[in-house]
């Protein structure tokens, strides 16, 4: 099995492929509102600060354990310990969850991007996208668009299909993001959206708990931590590759990415003088009215709708990578079988989530739509756990000089932090995390 396994075809292939995980539509729905709600450069420092307590460590291991085992995600934490194979089989059902909304949401992207291509102006933005996405019809039949185009790009592989689309839409998505945030910094007004999304805001800090909390619930979801994804991906890794520079270089990329976003979304919102918002909200009602009456708003519209669905495909792909590793590694598969299953299944799953905005909005499950519980059990509850027993997996399980034989390539690189990462790796991460876990139900 081992010799047939695919690999990148180099570092960078999966700098790229990893950073598009990382990269989605969190960056850009989510990060430069909280960070504007958080107290603004208050939250930026709690972030990096977490970025290390969290995102390095987490990320480190993940990868380590992939590249190791060199297998999916159960399989791999299966080579740890046979019974901590679960971990990998609460990864693949994190995966699974995300999948089934993150579709849905790519479908509507790609209905938006259309839209302005075609032209401008919907009048009402709230009453637009209500009627749209209730529909039983066109958003279902988009969301199996965005899936075809994630099941092709995973089909063909993962140096001919994930690297090399990576290594395209990547830095493509830079430039648009480039892009936009110059266009938006250009608007008049435009300190006003920078002020709210950097300015230091001690003041409006109400409990340095809840701008720790979302610090790190960000993280985790900004970096694709706990999903099996970095196992995954860090499966296809040469023996040679150096883990932590990678993972110190693909967290970069994600800040970048997060900054660059609150700058492309929120001085354009302030200069219309509207309030800014998060997730859909911000996407599909707020920055749609932006559009409609700035200059040029119609063809930055088209650039900034584009910028989201690269950065949607990038982040599904790697979802969709760990279930395929899985039934073609463990189930023995071929991998269009398997693309073809899972493609069938998320298509179901999807359609449910999508419906569930419209003629299923009924079927509740614990009080939410099928479309918010799902996000609910990824986001809440699958990744926080996966990623605190990944911890005391790495940690406890394998054991630090285990994991730090295979991120020091057997030695041959140095591993100068090797005692801060044991000691952040067993408690402080396990702490953060379970703090994290056991706060946001309050
Ligand atoms: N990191 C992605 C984002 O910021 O949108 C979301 C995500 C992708 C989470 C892949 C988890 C994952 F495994």
Not at 79 to 108: C, H, N, P, Q, T
Not at 325 to 350: C, D, Y
Not at 357 to 383: A, E, P, R, V
């Amino acid at each position: 099995m081992q010799a047939e396994r695919e690999s990148w075809s180099g570092k960078f292939g999966f700098i790229m492929a990893a950073a598009g995980s990382a990269i989605g539509l969190g960056n850009i729905w989510k990060f430069p509102y909280m960070a504007g709600t958080s107290g603004g450069a208050v939250f930026l420092i709690a972030y990096v600060i977490f970025l290390f307590l969290l995102g390095v460590p987490v990320m480190t291991a993940e990868i380590s354990v992939g590249r190791f085992a060199g297998m999916n995600a159960v399989d791999s934490c299966r080579r740890i310990s046979e019974k901590w194979e679960f971990v990998g089989w609460i990864g693949l059902a994190g995966a699974f969850a995300i999948l089934s909304y993150y579709s849905v949401v790519g479908g509507w992207v790609i209905k938006y991007a259309l839209k302005y291509l075609r032209g401008i102006g919907t009048g009402d933005t709230e009453a637009y996208f209500n009627s749209f996405v209730s529909k039983t019809g066109e958003p279902v039949l988009l969301h199996i668009i965005f899936l075809l185009v994630c099941a092709l790009i995973v089909l063909c592989g993962v140096s001919a299909g994930i690297e090399r689309v990576s290594k395209i839409l990547l830095p493509l998505l830079f430039v648009l993001l480039i892009v936009t945030a110059a266009f938006s910094l250009s608007l008049p007004n435009a300190e006003e959206g920078v002020r709210f999304f950097l300015v230091p805001k001690l003041s409006e800090v109400n409990g340095w708990g809840s701008v720790c909390l979302n610090a790190m619930g960000q993280v985790f979801f900004s970096l694709s931590l706990g999903m099996g994804t970095l196992i995954t991906y860090g499966s296809y890794l040469k023996k040679d590759s150096n883990i932590r520079s990678s993972a110190y270089t693909i967290i970069a990329l994600d800040s970048i990415a997060a900054v660059l976003s609150g700058f492309a979304v929120m001085p354009a919102v302030f200069s219309v003088g509207l309030e800014p918002r998060s997730g859909p909200g911000l996407l599909f009602l707020t920055l749609p009215a932006v559009f409609d009456s700035v200059p040029f708003g119609r063809w930055v519209a088209v650039a900034f709708f584009l910028l989201v669905l690269l950065a949607a495909v990038t982040s599904a792909i790697s979802l969709m990578e760990v279930l395929i590793a899985f039934l073609t590694g463990r189930l023995g598969m071929k991998r269009i079988s398997a693309v073809i299953l899972l493609t069938i299944v998320l298509g179901i799953t999807g359609a449910i989530s999508s419906l569930s905005n419209g003629i299923l909005s009924d079927m509740l499950i614990f009080g939410m739509t099928f479309f918010d519980f799902m996000s609910f059990l990824s986001d809440k509850i699958i990744m926080p756990i996966g990623g605190l027993l990944m911890c005391l997996l790495v940690g406890y399980v394998w054991g630090i000089p285990a994991a730090a034989n295979e991120i020091s390539n057997g030695g041959k690189l140095p591993f100068r932090g090797k005692n801060l990462f044991s000691f952040v790796i067993r408690y402080v991460s396990p702490a953060l995390i379970i703090i994290v876990f056991v706060s946001s139900f309050f």
